[in-house]
Nanobody, 116 residues
């Protein structure tokens, strides 16, 4: 079993920054890709950013230039640096890890609220 624990969410004013962390623990052999998703009330869960095992990154158009995904393989931790936050970024943010075994796991989510 693998557990993913997100942290770093909170309340911030528009234009501010937050850094989310996703720490993996348990039986981890190798994590291939890590994604951050977000889900606003009444909306579907959408992918925000992806980082592969080779550190290739991909971003949703809505966050390009503002968000940066990274990972520290030694710590089994992924990050999402969010700058210039906007009220429309308000959502629950989820970490999703895809292991080399093919199994994938979700974190419990962390709330990000951006006030105008």
């Amino acid at each position: 079993q693998v557990q993913l624990v997100e942290s770093g969410g909170g309340l911030v004013q528009a234009g501010g920054s937050l850094r989310l962390s996703c720490a993996a623990s348990g039986t981890i052999f190798s994590i291939n890709a890590v994604r951050w998703y977000r889900q606003a009330p009444g909306k579907q869960r959408d992918v925000v950013a992806t980082i592969t095992s080779g550190s290739t990154t991909n971003y949703a158009d809505s966050v390009k230039g503002r968000f940066t995904i990274s990972r520290d393989n030694a710590k089994n931790t992924a990050y999402l640096q969010m700058n210039n936050l906007k009220p429309e970024d308000t959502a629950v943010y989820y970490c999703y890890a895809i292991l080399s075994t093919g199994y994938a796991y979700w974190g419990q989510g962390t709330q990000v609220t951006v006030s105008s």
